[in-house]
Every structure is written in structure tokens, then in C-alpha cells.
């Protein structure tokens, strides 16, 4: 019980020290800056699978969206955002759109990843250890790959467990019921290995899950209430006018980045608190930071 309090202790120094809620607004500035070429392109890959599987009617695409994003964000945000985007994707030529759409976001994308890289890495102690251009090249590599896992998972995400339903033969109805539970699986073990690859020291992997499951409960949690309070809050004209839907959306990204953080100061607090003892084996700076060397003090004279 003693050093859960001081890995709790450590922990809010961690985030108080470096600064979390300003490390987060940088990172959901940037990935709002990312998201709608990358939108774009990852819609135009759902629409491009979904038709490929034979679904002309895009009415169940566009639903199984909704109810995707329904539970974070308002009916304003879906309507004047979300939809119109999603129109103009699969409306438009799907080739045409996915290469278009993803050599706009590979620089903006990446620029956002880079920023994910290095607030985590900020949060280890460790900002500035690995170098601009290995850290420029890791969140491009780091950005294809997230592309790749999204143009896989994108569309299973939309299409969701009811029109997934329809297509299961008999006897793997179960598949459903574990649908949900699969999804937060996947996107914690997606944050696990950003957290493992981003440090630029070599980490624990099972030390990087609490806190990848501590992200994603706090977003879940934080994008559930921000929705209830914009619904009741809502009611009339907002002072933004036109902007009103895109700060919504910035606010949810910067609680995305809230969370992650929160969850890379658990991780390092985690190896603080339980540091490797094996001398071969560990990770170095993530207990002690290397400081200049003091100069002897001087001996008093005989």
C-alpha cells in the first residue's frame, strides 16, 4: 500500500511538473489541424470496402457512423461536421479521394504524431534525448502505420455489431457480444505500443498497459460527460456561431490528449516508483537524470 501512494504521489508531480493541460492543447491543435484530410481519406477507404462487400445503400454506412460517434459528441457536431464530411467522401471518386486525401494528411499527420512523441517523451524526463530527426522520422513511420491499422479498422468501426450481424453464419452469433469489449482491447494495446515505441529508452511493455488502460478510461469518461454537459448547456444561440462545431471537436481531441498524457505520467511514475534492478537490463534516465558534475569541495587549509 505504501508505494501505491507514492507511485499516486509521483504520479501527480509528473503531471503538475510538466505541465499536462498546456502539453495537450499543443497536441489537439495539431491533430485538429491533421483531421480533415485524414477523415477524408480514411471515409473514402470505408466507402470503398463497404461497396466492395456489396452494400449499395449508403443509408446503413452513414448510420452505423453516427452511432459510432453519437456517444461523444452532440447531434450539432454529427449534423454540421461529421455527415457533410462523410458525404463528400463517398460521393466522391474513391481512388481519386484516398490518394489525394492521404498525401494531404501524411505531413500534417505526421506533424501530429511527432507532437504525441514528443509530449510523451516530455513526460519520461526525456524531451529532447533522442534527436529532431530520429523523432521526425520515428512519428512518420509511426503515422503509416496508424494509417494502415485505421484502413482496416475504420470501416469494421462504422459498419458496427448490427450490420456485422447480418453477415455471420450460424453459430457465431457470439462474436457480437464480445464486439465492444475487442475494440477498447484493441485500441488499449494500440496505446501501449505508442507509449513503449515513443520513449526514447527501452521500457517495460507490460508496465506501458496501466496506463494505456487508464488513457482510455479517461477519455471514455471525459468525452460521456462533455457530451451531457454540451446537451444541456446547448439550447440557444452559441457566441461562437459557426465555430461552435469546431471547438467541440477541439475540446474532445484535447481531452484524447488529456487522457494519453495522464496515461504516459502513470507509466513513467510506474518506473520510478518499481525501477529495474537488474543493472544490465535498465532503463536508464527514467530514475535518475544525468547532472553536471559538481566541483570538489574545497579542503580546508592544515
Known amino acids: 500500500m505504501g508505494k501505491f501512494w507514492r507511485l499516486v504521489k509521483t504520479t501527480l508531480r509528473i503531471i503538475f511538473k510538466y505541465r499536462v493541460t498546456s502539453l495537450a492543447a499543443e497536441v489537439g491543435f495539431f491533430t485538429l489541424l491533421a483531421l480533415p484530410p485524414l477523415v477524408l481519406g480514411l471515409a473514402a477507404v470505408a466507402g470503398l470496402v463497404t461497396g466492395q462487400l456489396g452494400l449499395s445503400d449508403r443509408n446503413e454506412l452513414e448510420a452505423g457512423l453516427i452511432g459510432l460517434v453519437e456517444p461523444f459528441l452532440t447531434a450539432d457536431v ?6 457533410p464530411t462523410f458525404h463528400q467522401a463517398v460521393s466522391a471518386n474513391h481512388y481519386g479521394l484516398i490518394s489525394v486525401g492521404f498525401v494531404l494528411s501524411l505531413w500534417s499527420g505526421s506533424r501530429a504524431m511527432n507532437t504525441y512523441v514528443d509530449t510523451i517523451t516530455i513526460m519520461y524526463g526525456l524531451g529532447g534525448e ?5 523523432q521526425r522520422a520515428l512519428a512518420f513511420a509511426m503515422y503509416l502505420l496508424a494509417l494502415g491499422a485505421g484502413t482496416i479498422a475504420v470501416p469494421l468501426l462504422v459498419i458496427g455489431p ?5 453477415w455471420l453464419p450460424d453459430g ?9 469489449p475487442v475494440v477498447a482491447l484493441s485500441t488499449a494495446l494500440l496505446l501501449t505500443v505508442l507509449y513503449h515505441v515513443a ?7 507490460l508496465f506501458n498497459l496501466p496506463g494505456a488502460l487508464l488513457a482510455l478510461a479517461i477519455w471514455l469518461g471525459a468525452s460521456v460527460v462533455m457530451r451531457l454537459v454540451l446537451a444541456l448547456s446547448i439550447g440557444g444561440t452559441s457566441i461562437y456561431g459557426p465555430l461552435a462545431a469546431p471547438i467541440v471537436v477541439l475540446i474532445w481531441l484535447y481531452l484524447i490528449a488529456v487522457a494519453v498524457l495522464i496515461g504516459a505520467a502513470l507509466n513513467a511514475g510506474i518506473e520510478k516508483v518499481w525501477p529495474r534492478e537488474s543493472a544490465a537490463t ?9 547532472l553536471p558534475r559538481q566541483p570538489p569541495a574545497p579542503t580546508a587549509p592544515s
Not at 172 to 180: A, K, R, T
Request: no cysteine; net charge positive.
Open 78 to 83: 454529427v449534423d454540421s461536421v461529421i455527415v
Open 130 to 134: 533522442r534527436g529532431f530527426f530520429r
Open 162 to 166: 448490427q450490420t456485422l450481424s447480418g
Open 172 to 180: 457465431f452469433e457470439w462474436i457480437l457480444g464480445v464486439y465492444w
Open 199 to 205: 520513449v526514447p529508452v527501452k521500457t517495460r511493455w
Open 282 to 290: 535498465a532503463t536508464p534516465s527514467l530514475v535518475t537524470r544525468k
